[in-house]
T-cell receptor, first 114, second 114 residues
Framework: AQSVTQLGSHVSVSEGALVLLRCNYS??????LFWYVQYPNQGLQLLLKYTSAATLVKGINGFEAEFKKSETSFHLTKPSAHMSDAAEYFCAVTLKAAGNKLTFGGGTRVLVKP | EPEVTQTPSHQVTQMGQEVILRCVPISNHLYFYWYRQILGQKVEFLVS????????KSEIFDDQFSVERPDGSNFTLKIRSTKLEDSAMYFC????????????FGPGTRLTVL
């Protein structure tokens, strides 16, 4: 079975500051890992995904994430926050040996202060 | 850009009534999914559907739930006799293939059971 933990349900950053959202996963087999973003009144949009190629993955809107197997982590970062980054972010995992069911973390809501 | 659409955006129903939530996946996608998010909780997988049959379902997806692809474009989730605890945001998603492919999500239907 797989599970995902996101540390911090709310994060507040200043505009221009580093955004760091933490995600740890648990799985018995190699995973695929995803970060999704949800803006108000919209569906989930893929930011980036890890599928066993490069461990440092670059996504849209300047976000990137690094897969660290030893730490079972897939933290999301952006060097400089923008007001438009205010949204809820979800880390999710699915297993290579199984179907495509996504297991989500609890989400982290990001507030960007001017 | 192709997108997944869902109707209605809001649905209010009385306990015990049947509801049908509708989704139009992206046209060349082959795999379809339903997820739900109870207010304040994680996004949870309900069911995946491929080649006109259920490929995987969660424990939540009991006999009260059913899915159907009645024609070449729609994908529906039916709840036969709604309960108060079915109140949630329901998301439809689709992908071209499984095993790590990006799932494209619709904007969701908010179901309120009174």
């Amino acid at each position: 079975a797989q599970s995902v933990t996101q540390l911090g349900s709310h994060v507040s950053v200043s505009e221009g500051a580093l955004v760091l959202l933490r995600c740890n996963y648990s799985s018995s087999v190699p995973p695929y890992l995803f970060w999704y973003v949800q803006y108000p009144n919209q569906g989930l949009q893929l930011l980036l995904k890890y599928t066993s190629a490069a461990t440092l993955v670059k996504g849209i809107n300047g976000f990137e994430a690094e897969f660290k197997k030893s730490e079972t982590s897939f933290h999301l970062t952006k060097p400089s926050a923008h007001m438009s980054d205010a949204a809820e972010y979800f880390c999710a995992v699915t297993l290579k040996a199984a179907g495509n069911k996504l297991t989500f973390g609890g989400g982290t809501r990001v507030l960007v202060k001017p | 850009e192709p997108e997944v659409t869902q109707t209605p955006s809001h649905q209010v129903t009385q306990m015990g009534q049947e509801v049908i939530l509708r989704c139009v996946p992206i046209s060349n996608h082959l795999y379809f999914y339903w997820y739900r998010q109870i207010l304040g909780q994680k996004v949870e997988f309900l069911v995946s559907f491929y080649n006109n049959e259920i490929s995987e379902k969660s424990e939540i997806f009991d006999d009260q739930f059913s899915v159907e692809r009645p024609d070449g474009s729609n994908f529906t989730l039916k709840i036969r006799s709604t309960k108060l605890e079915d109140s949630a945001m329901y998301f439809c998603a689709s992908s071209t293939r499984d095993r790590g492919d990006e799932q494209f999500f619709g904007p969701g239907t908010r179901l309120t059971v009174l």
